[in-house]
C-alpha cells in the first residue's frame, strides 16, 4: 500500500508538470492506487466524470509515466470508490438544533444482501478478559470458515454483545473471502418464513433460498425452544450445511443444553462444533466500555465518572449504552460537564436496582416506610396494616430480585408458596388500577 | 460559424444550463455552456462534475464545430435581451461570439474548449419508464429533510425503492423523515438508489421540461434521465440507507386531526416567540378538548394559541422544534391532518386526512 502510495506521488510530479495547472487540480487531486494485479494497475477516482475524463484524455499519458517508473505496468483500469462522509463541515448548524432527539437510525444500516448491520465489526468490538475467547474463536471461523468449529455457538446473557460477534463474523468473512455468500437472520424470522412457507406449500423455495448460502448466521436460537417443527427443518439444515463444509453460527441466551424442549439430535448437534460463553464483563473491560461509548458522543468523562459507571452497571452493555446517551444528552442540554454527583443522581433514576440487598434489608425498609414492626412482617399476623406491607415485601422480592416463590414464603416466616404466588398476582393486578399503590412502591425502591 | 435558433427556446435553455454551470474554482471552462454544432441543431452542454445537462436545439447551421461561452455572461445579456424578434444569429468568429437580435448585438470572449469533459452516457444499465411530474411530485414532497451535513452521504440523499406498484421516495436527516409514495406502472425490477440531495433543485428544474414519459437509466454510480433531445445525469451514492421503515410507528396512544391551516397558523405566531431551539410546546388534552401551542422566549415574551380539533387518547406534552414541524406540511395538500404521537420522547407522525395515504413526515419531539 505504502509502496502504491509512493509511486502515485512521483507520477503526480510528472503529470503536474505535463498537464495545466487548472487540469491537474480538478482531475487528479482525489486520485489513488487502489492496488497492482498483474501488471494492471487500479486507480480509485471519485465519480464517473473523472473516470470518464481520465479516460478519454489522459489514459495514455499516465500509463506511459507508470510504465516509466515500473516496466511491468502492462494496463490501468479505474475503479470508483465510495468518498466517505467530509466530517468538519456544516456541524456547527446541527448543533444548534441539537436538542431534538435522533432517530436512531445507526441500528437499521442493514446490508439488504446479506442482512448484515455493516455498524458490527472486530474493530469497533471491546475485547476484554469476559470475551476473548469467543473473540478468539470467531476468528478461527473467519479465517477459514466451515472448517474449524462448524457450528459456532456463543452464548451469554441479553446485552453482552452477542449479536456484534456473530455480525462481526459474517462482515469480516464478507471482508476477507468475497466469494462467500452470507446471510444472517434471527431464528425468529427462520421461523414465521418457514411457517408462511408452509402455509402457501413453498417449503422447497424456502429450502433452497436458504442452502445456497455459504455461511448462515442466526441469532437468538432460543426462540426454537419446544418449536417441534422448527427444530427439525433446523436439524436436516444443518445437516446438509455440515456434510459440505458451510460455516454455521449460532447465538443464544443459554448453553444448548440448558435451552428447554430442545431435541438431543439437535443439541449433539450444537456440540460438534464450538459453544462458547459470554459471562458477565468484568469491571477493567466495562470501563473500556464505558470509554468506547462515549467516543462516538464525542464526550470525555473524568476518570472517576466512568469507574462509577463501570461499578454500578455490571451485567449489561446496552445499560451502558443507554446511559451514556442520557449521559450525552445532559451534557450538550447543560452545555457543561457534569459533577459526580449528577451521575449518580442519572444511575439511580436510570437503572434496575441491583440484586445485592438482602431479604431483611427489604422487609426492614418497607416496615419503616409503612411505620409498622418489622418482626410483624415474619409474624402469623393478618391486621389489615401488615398484610399489605408484607406483600409489597414479596412483590419487590419477585418481581426486582427474581428470588423464587417458595423462598421468598421460607424467609418471611415459613409461608406456603402458593400464598406468596396469590400476594404477588394480587399485587401486580392492583398496581395497574391503583395510583397510589404504585406510588408507593416507586417510593419504596428509589429506598432500596 | 454562424446558426439561426429561436430566440425564445435558446433564452429558456441558456437560462437552464447557467444554474448548472456554476464557478468552478479550478477549472474555468466549467462555468462556460458548450455548443456543440451538429448537422441540423446544436447541443448545448453544461456540468458541474457532480451533474452533467445535455439539450437539442434546433437550428440552422452551415458548418459544425464546438465553442464554449461563459455562463453568467451569456444568460444575463440573454435574459436582458427584451427582443420579440422569433429569432437570433450567434456567429462564431475568432475567439469571440458575436449574437445578434433584432435590436440588439453582442459580442462575447469565449473560452478553449478542449478541458471541457464529456458528460457520461450510461453504458449497462436498467432501463424503465416513468412520468417526468410523477418523479418530480415525488422528489419535491421529500427532498427537504435531507441531511445538510456531509458526514453520512447516505443521509444527505433522497432514497428511491420500489415497492409493490409504488415508487417510494423517503429522505431524512435523522430529526425528521419525510415518506412519499408515488403509483407507478413501470413493472421493472429497480434497484435502490440514492441521488445527492444537493443535485435534486437542479434535477426538479430540468425535469420540467421533459414531457410524457421519459427514459430512466441507473447503475452503480449514474442516474440519467432522457426524453426529447434533453439529457441529465447525476452522480448517485452507492450506499445504504438504513431500514427506517423500523423507526415508523405502528400504533399511537394520541391523535390528534385538525384543520392544515390552523396549525400553520398557530405556529407562525409561535415562530414569533420561539427561542433560539426554535422550540414550541403542544400541550393536549383529550378530556377537556384542549390543543394548545405555545411558545416562549425570556427576551421577547410568549404566547398561546388554542387550535380547534378531534383529539382521542392519552393527554399529554411534548416539545418540537417548529421548523421542523412545519416544513412537512408544504407537501400535503388536504384540508386537515392528523398528528399520531406516541408519548414522550417518541416521534410524531403528520399524515393527509383523507384522500390517498401516500404521504407521511415523521419529527423526533426535543428532549426536556
New interface residues.
Partial sequence: MNDHSKMWQTALIEIESAVSQANFSTWFKDIRILREDEGTIYLGVPNSFTHEWLQKKFHSSILRILRQMNEHVRALEYVIVREDGKSGQNTRKEQSQAPTIAMPLQDFYINKEDNLNPRYTFESLVVGPFNELAHAASQMVVKSPGQVYNPLFIYGQTGRGKTHIIQAVGNEIKKLHPDKKIFYLTSERFGSELFSAIQEGKVQAFKDKYRKYDVIIMDDIQFFANKEKFQEELFHFFNTFYDTARQLVFSGDKHPNTIPGLEDRLRGRFSMGMIVDIPEPDQESRVMIVRSKCRPHKITLSDEVVECIATSINDNIREIEGIINIIACQIQLKNKELNLNEIRNILKNNLKPKKMVSVKDVVKIVSEFYNIDEESIYNKTRRKEVVRPRQVVMYILREDFGISFPSIGEKLGGRDHTTVIHSYEKMREEIKTNQLLSQEITQVRTML | MKIELGFKKIKEVIVLLEKVANK?Q???V?SCILFDVVKNGVILRA?N??I?VEIFVPAKSDVIGTFAVPAKTLSLFISQTQDQNQSVVIEFISGNLHIKTNKSKGVIKTVPVE?F????KLKDCQEYQISPEDFTQGLTAVFYSAS??????E?SSVYIYKDNENLTFVA?D??R?SEKKIKTPTTNKLN?ILIPFKNIPDIIRVLGYLTSSMKVCAN???ISFENNGIYIVS?I????F???R??IPKSFTTEVVALKQDILNALKISNIFSD????VHMKIEPRTKLLEIQTKNSDIGENQTHIDAALTGEAMEIN??Y??LIDGFQSINTDSVTLQFNGL?K?VVIKPVSGEQNFLYLV?????
Avoid at chain 2, 117 to 120: E, G, K, M, R, T
Avoid at chain 2, 237 to 240: F, L, S, T, W
Fill in positions: 468552478h479550478t477549472l474555468p466549467l456540468t462534475l457532480d452533467g478541458d469533459p464529456s458528460i457520461p445538510i451535513s456531509n458526514v453520512k452521504p443521509l431524512t435523522s430529526f423523515l435502490d452503480k454510480n449514474l452522480r451514492i452507492d450506499g445504504v438504513p431500514d427506517y423500523q423507526i433560539k431551539f426554535n422550540q418540537f422544534n421548523k421542523y420522547n416521534p423526533m419531539p426535543m428532549n426536556r
